[in-house]
Nanobody
Framework: QAHLVESGGGLVQAGGSLRLSCEAS????????MGWFRQAPGKEREFVAA????????NYAGSVKGRFTISRDNAKNTVYLQMDSLKPEDTAVYSC??????????????????????WGQGTQVTVSS
């Protein structure tokens, strides 16, 4: 059974940086698009970023574009989210997700949670002002 485990969350001051990791076990996702989502207390889950199977195509939410970078290392079965210039409004639980379809693009429909079939439990990111 496939599992996704996030790590790297924590408490950081506004303007700081964090790097989240999402490691897959149980199967490889090297041929699958991967995404990051976040959910703040009292708010709906929202799309953050996605990357296609080989890292060549990425897609970002407007609120994080230019500050966050998604990448992947298929040899390590791991996806990363580098978060710079963090703001208090970035505070949320961040979860990674995997699309079970083979080598699909993230140029469209990247933000739809329904395309992702495997989800991690999430890691808390708190940004203080």
């Amino acid at each position: 059974q496939a599992h996704l485990v996030e790590s790297g969350g924590g408490l950081v001051q506004a303007g700081g940086s964090l790097r989240l990791s999402c490691e897959a076990s149980g199967r490889t996702f090297s041929n699958n698009a991967m995404g990051w989502f976040r959910q703040a207390p009292g708010k709906e889950r929202e799309f953050v970023a996605a990357v296609n199977w080989n890292g060549g195509i990425t897609n970002y939410a407007g609120s994080v574009k230019g500050r966050f970078t998604i990448s992947r290392d298929n040899a390590k079965n791991t996806v990363y989210l580098q978060m710079d210039s963090l703001k208090p409004e970035d505070t949320a639980v961040y979860s990674c997700a995997a699309d079970s379809s083979y080598r699909t693009s993230v140029s469209y429909n990247a933000a739809s949670p329904s395309r992702y079939t495997n989800w991690g439990q999430g890691t808390q990111v708190t940004v203080s002002s």
